[in-house]
């Protein structure tokens, strides 16, 4: 039975019988040598055959349009992600001035629940609490902030702890990791059994060497006078006696160390007057104004203005 093919050279469509199929000879229109292939009824069905790759125009057309939605979709998603990034690193500042802000109001905080523990105490006890508690041969045992742990909701704590012992005694040592988060600044970086705020000590202050003062006793008023400051200490534990020493005190707010006031927080330090009221002690506040309120009774004729001490 004769079957039409087509010449792969000249095209020219010619009829040749099954019998020829596979054999070559010249075409009958342009003589090139050519191969006739096998009739049409012999060859695999191209619409389905068994173990083909073939696939319906329609379903490629399906494929390409799933394929078109995906890569849309991801570049959507690529899209709304590096847009993301562009926002958070251009709003990076925003986040951390209020993250930074976040942190000193709480500081704040801290620093006002510490003043009002004091003040509790020196009422109960008629003065503020000694800065270093020692035994009877006068060696050094423990901080002021253990004797403040009752008056700071530390009850549990205050009783566990060996008031006739060393702050590193093997009793004593095993709290040393229950620092109170009270005594610890949001802003350090230290260890949480490194406490963060500390008295100001020494002759002219608030705690001489003969003992600390009463309320009363404080000439220049509660509200002119700086009770407890930060520092950023990275080195002693909360119920060692440690704090700032005023002949060793650095004028310079903010800057790092254990004998300087601030260094958790940039642009200044907390601290909290004798009467409760919580301070932003600014890089810029003149150092003679710091002076002048660490001192109780300096009769110091700069003007303390509230507007100094408040967060800009």
Not at 209 to 238: C, F, H, Y
């Amino acid at each position: 039975m004769p079957f039409q093919f087509t010449c792969p050279y000249c095209f020219k469509k010619t009829l040749v019988l099954e019998s020829l199929a596979g054999q070559k000879g010249p075409c009958v229109s342009c003589g090139k040598i050519i191969a006739v292939p096998e009739p049409p009824s012999k060859q695999p069905d191209a619409a389905s055959p068994i173990g083909s790759t073939f696939v319906p125009v329609a379903k490629l057309k399906q494929r390409s349009k799933f394929r078109i939605f995906i890569l849309r979709a991801l570049g959507l998603v690529l899209g709304v992600a590096m847009l993301s990034l562009v926002m958070l690193y251009g709003l990076w500042p925003t986040f951390k001035g209020l993250k930074d802000r976040r942190d000193t109001i709480a500081c704040m905080s801290n620093l006002q629940r510490i003043a009002i523990a004091l003040n509790a105490y020196a009422k109960d006890h008629g003065t503020y609490p000694t800065p270093v508690v020692k035994d009877a041969a006068g060696k050094p045992l423990y901080s002021w902030r253990v004797l403040l742990l009752p008056y700071i909701d530390e009850q549990n704590l205050y009783s566990n702890f060996q008031l006739n012992e060393a702050w590193d005694s093997p009793n004593n040592a095993a709290w040393i990791a229950q620092c109170p988060s009270v005594y610890i600044s949001p802003g350090s970086a230290g260890n949480v059994s490194q406490a963060n705020y500390v008295l100001i000590t020494g002759a002219g202050t608030i705690f001489p060497s003969t003992g600390p003062l009463k309320p009363a006793q404080i000439s220049d008023g509660l509200e002119r006078t700086l009770l407890v400051v930060e520092t950023n200490n990275m080195i002693n534990e909360w119920s060692k006696p440690f704090d700032i020493d005023v002949t060793k005190l650095n004028p310079s707010i903010g800057a790092s160390g254990n004998d300087k006031i601030g260094g958790t927080h940039t642009e200044g330090a907390t601290a909290v007057f004798a009467d409760g009221q919580p301070a932003w002690l600014s890089v810029d506040l003149p150092s003679t104004i710091v002076g002048a309120a660490i001192t109780p009774n300096g009769n110091e004729s700069i003007p303390f203005d509230a507007e100094l001490f408040k967060i800009q």
